[in-house]
């Protein structure tokens, strides 16, 4: 069975750091395109970032983009975020999901990580 868990979520001052995992199972990570979504608290799903196994070409939302990188490494079956000069508009809870294509959407996702940028 697939299996998503997310970690690295933490407590971080504005301006800082910080850097998520998500160790996949149950299928070949190396052929699925991975994304990144966040759920800010009393807001709706925010689709963050993807990365597609094709060249590993990368996406990013627009608020996020030179601040947030996403990558794979798939001799480890992991998903990582690197998220630099964080503001508190990046608090939210963020689940790393498998993309299942056009048709599917995405189709398994993690239990997520909480990030809480705060002074």
């Known amino acids: 069975e697939v299996q998503l868990v997310e970690s690295g979520g933490g407590l971080v001052q504005p301006g800082g750091s910080l850097r998520l995992s998500c160790a996949a199972s149950g299928f070949t990570f190396s052929s699925s395109a991975m994304s990144w979504v966040r759920q800010a608290p009393g807001k709706g799903l925010e689709w963050v970032s993807s990365i597609l196994t094709h060249h590993s070409d990368t996406y990013y939302t627009e608020s996020v983009k030179g601040r947030l990188t996403i990558s794979r490494d798939n001799a480890k079956n992991t998903l990582y975020l690197q998220m630099t000069s964080l503001k508190s508009d990046d608090t939210a809870v963020y689940y790393c999901?498998?993309?299942?294509?056009?048709?599917?959407?995405?189709?398994?996702w993690g239990q997520g990580t909480q990030v809480t940028v705060s002074s």
């Open positions: 999901a498998k993309d299942g294509g056009d048709y599917y959407g995405l189709v398994a």
